[in-house]
């Protein structure tokens, strides 16, 4: 039975999630989405150890055709995901210093951009 694009992108998800808890983060919220239509979605929330609150989109693809993993992430999907982040945020009564990664997993290979989008 072939991998349904939904376990491929669960798969990359766990990866991406055991990959960054190495790494030192912690993870608050999987999968955060905003309620009603056409708000966004963020896959993980993670906090560094310098405090500052990751919101992180991971994206799979086989290989690096056609940009790979991290140009699949639109102007479109970026907004979205800033969109859910600030909702996110409301329930923060101080704001933490944060930023926007992606984790692109082509293959094998994991590659972690930090600082890959943001607002301004």
Known sequence: MGQTTKRVGDAAEELALQYL???GLRLLV????????GGGEIDLIMRAPDATLVFVEVRSRKNSKYGGALAS?????QRRIVFA?????LRWSKMPPCR???????GQSVNWYKGAFGQG
């Open 21 to 23: 808890q190495e790494q």
């Open 85 to 89: 982040a600030q909702h996110y945020l």
């Open 100 to 106: 926007f990664d992606v984790l692109a997993v082509e």
């Open 73 to 77: 992430v639109s102007l479109t999907k």
């Open 30 to 37: 999987r999968n955060y989405r905003t309620p009603g239509r």
